[in-house]
């Protein structure tokens, strides 16, 4: 005689979160049961806190036509930091000026009284011959008047937010600093004793890297044209106006963005960094070049 067989309730799932939750759901992931306190609906089935947290760290940036992120050229943070800084300074320059610093005077209305952060921080050949190459760099930041400034900040305005979220914030960056250095390298080969300063050398650059950006992308350049045509009229025309700086950064803007937009997809990144580096090692050399011809004349 034998005794019959007997089987025991099979064990209930409980939420590995919840230990005193049963459950029959489980993350399509990981397969743990889930409550219904922790299931993150998905695109088929469930899934876990701690799935859906790693999916969320693993999912790749959204790349802009360029190579740059595109989510982060969205929020024009670094146009609104360059003009931020800018007007930081201006604010400086209004301190140690006052009335004569803001507003136009002698034979340009662009041009107010030189007070003394421009002469520090501006372009000036002996200066920068004499080891004060940082000037290379500050004098974007210098504006003679309130006009001055105010013309650069909304041209930067409009061409730094199209061009920072088709690059992306890194390389549109290092465009507006190589491109505003290029304009003012410029201006240190063909001048001796002249001041020259503001966003306009890197302005002009964008102009420039917005046509090819433009022609990359199928997008109408005449417009970009007419602008830089209009604005090379207005550099000529208007005393005071530093022609050269602007044709400097317009050409060293017109390369980088050549480089940029037309980098080949397979190696786009390198062959960008191999532009921009490229670009600032000529200007490097340049500036060199220059001081050596100025110390030995």
Same mark, same amino acid.
């Given at each position: 005689?034998?005794?019959?067989?007997t089987t025991g309730s099979p064990t209930?799932?409980?939420?590995?979160?919840?230990?005193?939750?049963?459950?029959?759901?489980?993350?399509?992931?990981?397969?743990?049961?889930?409550?219904?306190?922790?299931?993150?609906?998905?695109?088929?089935?469930?899934?876990?806190?701690?799935?859906?947290?790693?999916?969320?760290r693993t999912v790749r940036q959204p790349?802009?036509?360029?190579?740059?992120?595109?989510?982060?050229?969205?929020?024009?943070?670094?146009?609104?930091?360059?003009?931020?800084?800018?007007?930081?300074? #201006? $604010? =400086?320059?209004?301190? /140690?000026?006052? &009335?004569?610093? !803001?507003? *136009?005077?002698?034979?340009?209305?662009?041009?107010?009284?030189?007070?003394?952060?421009?002469?520090?921080?501006?372009?000036?050949?002996?200066?920068?011959?004499?080891?004060?190459?940082?000037?290379?760099?500050?004098?974007?930041?210098?504006?003679?008047?309130?006009?001055?400034?105010?013309?650069?900040? #909304? $041209? =930067?305005?409009?061409? /730094?937010?199209? &061009?920072?979220? !088709?690059? *992306?914030?890194?390389?549109?960056?290092?465009?507006?600093?190589?491109?505003?250095?290029?304009?003012?390298?410029?201006?240190?080969?063909?001048?001796?004793?002249?001041?020259?300063?503001?966003?306009?050398?890197?302005?002009?650059?964008?102009?420039?890297?917005?046509?090819?950006?433009?022609?990359?992308?199928?997008?109408?350049?005449?417009?970009?044209?007419? &602008?830089?045509?209009?604005?090379?009229?207005?550099?000529?025309?208007?005393?005071?106006?530093?022609?050269?700086?602007?044709?400097?950064?317009?050409?060293?803007?017109?390369?980088?963005?050549?480089g940029l937009a037309y980098a080949p997809?397979?190696?786009?990144?390198?062959?960008?960094?191999?532009?921009?580096?490229?670009?600032?090692?000529?200007?490097?050399?340049?500036?060199?070049?220059?001081?050596?011809?100025?110390?030995?004349?």
């Amino acid at each position: 005689m034998t005794e019959p067989q007997t089987t025991g309730s099979p064990t209930v799932p409980v939420c590995y979160r919840h230990p005193g939750r049963e459950t029959y759901v489980r993350c399509v992931r990981c397969n743990r049961p889930i409550c219904p306190d922790c299931m993150n609906a998905a695109s088929v089935g469930f899934q876990c806190p701690e799935c859906v947290a790693q999916g969320k760290r693993t999912v790749r940036q959204p790349q802009g036509a360029f190579g740059g992120s595109h989510r982060a050229g969205d929020r024009g943070y670094a146009t609104i930091t360059l003009i931020a800084v800018n007007v930081l300074v #201006y $604010v =400086l320059i209004l301190v /140690g000026g006052g &009335l004569g610093a !803001a507003i *136009g005077s002698g034979s340009s209305f662009l041009a107010g009284a030189t007070t003394g952060l421009e002469l520090k921080l501006g372009v000036f050949s002996p200066a920068i011959a004499d080891g004060q190459y940082y000037r290379l760099i500050t004098a974007m930041f210098v504006h003679f008047s309130i006009l001055h400034i105010a013309m650069n900040m #909304y $041209v =930067l305005w409009v061409l /730094g937010r199209y &061009l920072e979220r !088709a690059l *992306g914030p890194a390389r549109f960056v290092a465009l507006y600093f190589i491109a505003g250095i290029g304009g003012n390298v410029a201006c240190y080969l063909f001048t001796d004793r002249t001041l020259s300063g503001g966003a306009s050398t890197a302005v002009f650059g964008l102009f420039a890297a917005m046509f090819f950006v433009n022609r990359k992308l199928n997008l109408s350049s005449s417009s970009v044209v007419v &602008l830089i045509v209009i604005n090379l009229v207005f550099s000529f025309l208007v005393p005071g106006i530093s022609i050269i700086g602007h044709i400097g950064g317009l050409i060293t803007g017109g390369v980088l963005g050549l480089g940029l937009a037309y980098a080949p997809r397979s190696a786009r990144t390198p062959v960008q960094i191999a532009v921009l580096g490229g670009v600032l090692l000529v200007l490097i050399l340049l500036t060199v070049g220059r001081t050596a011809q100025l110390l030995t004349a």
